[in-house]
């Protein structure tokens, strides 16, 4: 028997006469329905139980997602003073038995996603404005996962052919399918439509923590950005933004990052002290007794491009010794006011991330006035004194490139993005110190279109399904 009970905000999984192959690995268990769905507040707990897993299911957005991707790319470099954690991807030596977590976490949130779509039309009594707000909701997070997935495991549109494969889209809980990898096309295909799909249903607001339509219509931005589907890029931007944009500025910025301020923030996940969740701050630096002890200081050469009056390069980076060798940590990520260091909602979606990708868009579509408009938007609210340049060519793309650079530091956006744009990862030769000396990296580049810009596939996963291909390469 396999079953799956759905309680308080999490899915505790209830087994017996399982194999260990049905426990562990993909494709899994089906849901018990019986208890989940016989009422609004049963289904709305399914719900909230899917948003839970985006921060437990291995930590996700809250743990691994940013750091290893981060780690991979140029902004931050190991510390010789650290644990050496993550080092096999930022050696680009991962392989099938040492792979991202993003797999299994990946499916554990598309299940309990597809469990709400399979049982919402049957909830007894509900209203229809409930019914298709949840479905919104779950079609919307479904869509989110594969395209973390996507990326993660398969070359971006713009750079793939017609036989290139990615992972399964599987939109069912039965768990005896074995499903195999399908076109990378036909995947961003259906992500479309399950953002789409949800856009016709999900509600405007449904409070901090959950999706709503500004960030279906912001997730959708990324996707056509991704694919080179620059006028739907920019219509979605602009549904998301609104005519007037609202973005942190020079003071809240900061705050932000501090959790005293939402400005700008689309959609993020929440992590309360009580949840006692492993976070993204720890990943990059614990406090102990002889200072901040890093695990990844910022890379010299990255933090020049960090001018003085950015308001960013004090909320996000900070220069001080530890056991008297002064370092650049990462402190974007440093956590709240009265909570444990390292402990704050992951920010998921943020406007100033959809005005990038819609200046982006405008720039390879040939409106270059729109494209200048938006990032001078952007560098008001980031610079103090700041006034409007004018730019344009490739000086102006240039300056989109790099303020994407400086606003996604170490969100684990950096090595995805070099991959979309068919760059190679090209590390300098500066060390961890913080004038530029000190170990450096043993491995600086890796060049446009390597293999192992995607992940591979954990090999257990393989070897359990036969219908799964590896991702090449591996």
């Not at 439509?193 to 912001?218: E, H, M, R, T, Y």
């Not at 990032?375 to 000086?395: D, E, F, M, S």
Request: aromatic share 10%; glycine share 8%; hydrophobic share 40%.
């Amino acid at each position: 028997m396999k079953k799956y009970l759905i309680i308080g905000l999490g899915l505790i999984t209830v087994i017996s006469s399982c194999k260990k192959s049905e426990i562990e690995l993909f494709p899994y268990n089906q849901i018990e329905t019986t208890q989940a769905f016989t009422n609004e507040a049963g289904a709305s707990l399914a719900l909230n139980g899917m948003y839970y897993g985006l921060k437990v299911a291995g930590g996700y957005y809250v743990q691994n997602w940013a750091i290893q991707s981060e780690v991979a790319s140029d902004n931050v470099i190991i510390s010789s003073a650290g644990r050496l954690s993550q080092r096999a991807f930022s050696d680009w030596t991962y392989n099938g038995d040492n792979t991202s977590s993003t797999f299994q976490d990946g499916y554990t949130m598309v299940r309990r996603a597809n469990a709400i779509l399979e049982n919402i039309d049957k909830v007894p009594g509900s209203t229809p404005a409930f019914i298709n707000n949840t479905k919104g909701q779950a079609l919307a997070c479904r869509a989110m996962v594969y395209f973390d997935m996507a990326r993660v495991y398969s070359k971006s549109p713009l750079n793939a052919t017609a036989t290139d494969y990615t992972v399964p889209y599987v939109t069912t809980t039965d768990a005896t399918i074995k499903p195999g990898n399908e076109s990378i096309s036909s995947f961003y295909d259906k992500i479309i439509k399950d953002l789409n799909d949800a856009k016709g249903l999900i509600a405007v607001s449904n409070g901090v923590g959950q999706l709503n339509l500004a960030a279906v219509n912001a997730l959708l931005s990324k996707v056509y950005l991704y694919k080179g589907d620059y006028a739907n890029c920019i219509a979605a931007s602009t549904a998301a933004l609104g005519a007037t944009p609202v973005l942190s500025d020079t003071t809240t910025c900061p705050l932000v990052w501090q959790d005293a301020s939402e400005a700008g923030v689309i959609f993020k996940i929440k992590n309360t002290d009580l949840d006692g969740i492993t976070t993204q701050g720890v990943n990059y630096y614990q406090k102990v007794a002889g200072g901040i002890k890093s695990e990844y200081v910022v890379d010299y050469a990255f933090y020049q491009l960090f001018q003085n009056n950015d308001v960013r390069k004090a909320a996000y980076t900070l220069a001080s010794p530890f056991s008297t060798v002064n370092q650049i940590h990462v402190v974007k990520f440093a956590g709240r006011t009265g909570s444990p260091a390292g402990n704050l909602d992951a920010k998921v979606l943020r406007a100033a991330e959809v005005l990038l990708n819609r200046a982006e868009a405008y720039y390879k579509s040939g409106n270059e006035p729109l494209a200048l408009a938006d990032i001078n938007l952007l560098k008001i609210k980031r610079y103090k004194g700041y006034v409007n340049a004018v730019i344009a060519g490739q000086a102006l793309l240039d300056e989109i490139n790099l303020q994407r650079r400086l606003e996604m530091a170490f969100e684990g956006d950096r090595f995805w993005d070099l991959k979309r744009l068919n760059l190679p990862v090209q590390r300098s030769t500066f060390g961890d110190k913080a004038d530029g000396t000190g170990a450096t990296y043993v491995f600086k580049t890796l060049a446009a279109g390597d293999y192992r810009f995607n992940f591979p596939i954990p090999q257990n996963e393989v070897n359990f399904n036969t219908n799964l291909k590896q991702v090449p390469g591996y």
